[in-house]
């Protein structure tokens, strides 16, 4: 059994969507990144990765690399979940807690749970996902960037011979 730890930030910016587990909540700002800026399914990525022993985030779809501009994060996601199953690791749970002012995520949990279970191949009940605030406190809690923290627990399947 592996752990992993992961955590992802990204300013918020007029003109783009807000992407969360790849569920498009209705607002004003999303994250403005390389990518689609999904920090739920960023922050998963670098647990998962971390766990495998695999780098990180950044090393792995480099924002300098064309190829994953404006891309979904769930692509990125399914493609994580291969490089751990090459590696022989299965995923057991995860748990993520966003951080944001506004808007409440509480409706929308259910379905980005769904997403990140059908990505990596796990039962939704394996999946937790939490929405905290910062209380008006620093960049977050003004309302001008958005966070995710993550952690996994991974299996790797003993190889005989």
Avoid: W
Wanted: with cysteine; glycine share 12%; hydrophobic share 35%.
């Amino acid at each position: 059994m592996r752990v992993g730890f992961g955590y992802d930030i990204h300013r918020l910016k007029k003109g783009r969507r807000l992407m969360l587990g790849g569920v498009e909540i209705p607002q004003a700002m999303g994250e403005d990144a390389h990518s689609d800026g999904d920090v739920v399914i960023h922050a998963c990525i670098d647990a998962l990765l971390g766990a495998a022993g695999l780098g990180d985030i950044g090393n792995t779809y480099s924002p300098e690399d064309p190829a994953y501009k404006d891309i979904s994060s769930r692509i990125l996601l399914r493609d994580t979940e291969n490089r751990l199953n090459k590696k022989g690791y299965k995923v057991i749970n995860l748990d993520c807690t966003v951080i944001l002012e506004k808007p409440k995520i509480l409706p929308y949990i259910e379905k980005i749970k769904a997403n990140i279970a059908a990505d990596l191949g796990i039962r939704e009940e394996s999946v937790s996902v939490k929405g905290k605030t910062k209380e008006g406190m620093d960049k977050t809690g003004e309302g001008r960037s958005i966070e995710a923290y993550a952690v996994v627990l991974v299996n790797r399947e003993i190889q005989s011979g």
